[in-house]
C-alpha cells in the first residue's frame, strides 16, 4: 500500500472526506516495545472528537484515534469485475428486495418496511411451532430496507421502525449492506452508535450466467412454476410452513421452482432450487440436497437447469445469496465462478429484547 508522495507518509485525508472510501496507517501499540504500523481500507463513516470511525467491507467498524494516523488518503472505489457482470449496489439491491417480497409493506420515504408472518393458533403447528407466537419468515422478509432517504431524521425513522414491527409482534430489525459502490456504511455506523446490534451477516455473490448453465448436462431435473407439497418438504424440514412462507417463495417477476426425484422412489425429492429472472438478473435461493445425496452433483445440476431457463428468458447475469459461516456452500460458489459483490447485515433494535 503505497502513501508516500516524494518519499514522505502524508495524511491527506480530512472531515471534509465522511462518506468516501479511505485508505490509512495508523500508529500501533505505543507500549508494543517497537514502532508498528496497521493499515485500514474501509469507509470513513465518522471523524467526530477526535476519533475517526472506518468501516470496512465487512462492516466491522474500526476506531482510530486522530493522533494515530500517520498517513491516509482517499481511495477510488474497488474496480468493476473483469468477467462476468458488473453492478453497483443501487442496481442490484432493487433486484435482491423483488426475488423475496414480503407479505405486506409499507414505505418510509425511500425505505421499505417489510413484514411476512403468521399468528399461530392456540393449538400450535407441527414441527413444534410455540402456540400463541407470531412468527415471522425470514429477516429477510421481516425487516426494514432503506434504500433512500426515509424523508425524516434517522431516530424517527428508527423510532417508526421500532413501532410498526412492534404493532405486529415481531422484533425490529434494519437491513444495511457494505462492500460495494453505493453501500450503506454510514447507516451502519450511525445504527450501531445507537446500540442496534448486528445479528446475522450473508454474502452476496455474483457471476455470469451462461457459464452455470454449461456446468453440467442437467438430467433428472425437473422444472415447474408452482410450489408442491413435496419440494416444500425437502426445504421446510422442520414443519409444515404456513401460508405467509407460500407467498415469500411463489412471490417475484418470474419464478421457477427445480426438483431431482429421488432415486430411490422417495416422496420427497433429493435436491431443490428456486430461481427469479428479473430483467438481466436471475438469482438463485433455496438449493437444498439430501444429505443421503451430497457429493454427487445434484446441486450444480439444478442450478444448471435454472440457469438454462434464465437464459432463455432473457437474462446473462447471476446473484445468489449465502451465510458467512456457510463453508460448504462458499466454497460450491467458489467453483461456479461466483465472486463477492457486498455483505448486507440485520440489525436488530437495542429495544427488542433478546
Known sequence: ??????????????PADVGKRVSVRRLGD????????????????????????????????????????????????????????AADFPELAPVLARAWPPVESEPLGGWTLRAAFEEVPPEGRPGGVVAGRRVGFTRRANSALPLGDPGIPLDEALARVRSWYEERGLPPYVQAATGAEGTQERLCA????????????????????????DLVEPEGVVLSREIDEAWLRRYNRSGVPGPHVLKVLAGGPSVWFASVPDPEGGEVPAAIGRCVVDGRWAGFAAVEVDPAYRRRGLATAVMAALARRALEEGASAAWLQVEEDNGGARALYDGMGFALHHRYHHFRSPESGT
Open 1 to 14: 500500500m503505497e502513501f508516500t508522495a516524494g518519499g514522505r507518509l502524508e495524511v491527506r485525508i480530512t
Open 190 to 213: 450511525a445504527l450501531e452508535e445507537r446500540g442496534w446490534r448486528r445479528e446475522v451477516t450473508a454474502e452476496v455473490r455474483i457471476g455470469a450466467l451462461a457459464p452455470v448453465a
Open 30 to 85: 505505543p507500549g508494543a516495545g517497537r514502532e508498528t504500523f496497521t493499515d485500514t481500507v474501509g469507509v470513513l463513516t465518522s471523524w467526530d472528537k477526535g476519533v475517526l470511525l472506518i468501516t470496512r467491507r465487512t462492516g466491522e467498524t474500526v476506531r482510530i484515534p486522530e493522533s494515530s494516523l500517520v498517513a491516509g488518503k482517499v481511495v477510488p472505489a474497488a474496480p468493476a469485475r473483469r468477467r462476468g457482470p
